[in-house]
């Protein structure tokens, strides 16, 4: 587990394989996924904070939402409560819902197509976006299995790609970080020609799917 502070009160809590975000504030703290349950991010947090912490989940992916059994309780999109521990108290997000602390805002923009319940968080005043795995420099984006959906995801970068020029940093959930906005209209693409059947797929190596790998640079295990 490797953590540091890449803008004031805003850290990268990062695993070998995901990472998460946690937010400073003054009487509060907000983190942004809680990774694996073996991750124990709750030991990390409490390094950084002994602030009351909202957790919350860019989408249900077990990568994203194991660690939540530490905290008991968190806030996602209804849409993937199906994909959480029953145990664990839900709260719902929506499209506009607005998440503040110290001086961030959060806007919560839903993208849905890794996961029928995938959200972004966006500070507009700070360009920031907090994107999940739905945006990513290469990939490999899982689009894959049964709650994932292709064409919600194609629907999604058209979404993000109307407000590309007010964002000026994108943190992903896998690999390199930070991006910048080109990457929406990248994805975007090499998600459509993955559509129309442009891009060859190949086996992957223990995994129940194929290999893609589009022009623009995205690879997607679908």
């Not at 953590?3 to 907000?30: N, P, Q």
């Not at 990568?63 to 108290?89: T, V």
């Not at 060859?200 to 190596?205: V, Y």
Request: with cysteine; glycine share 8%.
């Amino acid at each position: 587990m490797e953590t540091k502070e890449l803008y004031e009160d805003l850290f990268v809590i990062d695993s070998d394989m995901v990472r998460a975000f946690l937010i400073r504030g003054k009487g509060e703290a907000l983190l942004i996924d809680a990774l694996f349950e073996k991750d124990h991010i709750l030991d990390e947090v409490k390094k950084i904070t002994d602030k009351p912490l909202k957790l919350v989940l860019t989408h249900g992916d077990k990568d994203h939402s194991e660690g939540a059994i530490y905290f008991k309780e968190c806030f996602l999109h209804e849409k993937d409560f199906e994909l959480l521990d029953p145990n664990i108290r839900k709260y719902p997000l929506k499209e506009d819902d607005v998440l503040k602390v110290g001086t961030y805002e959060f806007t919560v923009l839903e993208i849905p197509g890794h996961t029928r319940g995938s959200i972004a968080f966006f500070d507009k005043e700070k360009g920031l976006l907090i994107s999940g795995d739905s945006i990513q420099r290469e990939g490999p984006i899982f689009m894959f299995g049964e709650h994932r959906d292709l064409d919600a995801y194609i629907k999604s970068q058209e979404k993000l790609l109307k407000i590309k020029d007010k964002i000026k940093v994108i943190l992903p959930s896998h690999h390199d970080y930070p991006i910048d906005g080109s990457y929406i209209e990248k994805n975007l693409l090499d998600a459509i020609a993955l559509k129309e059947g442009k891009l060859k797929g190949e086996k992957t190596t223990a995994m129940p799917c194929l290999t893609y790998q589009g022009e623009k640079g995205t690879k997607f295990y679908y």
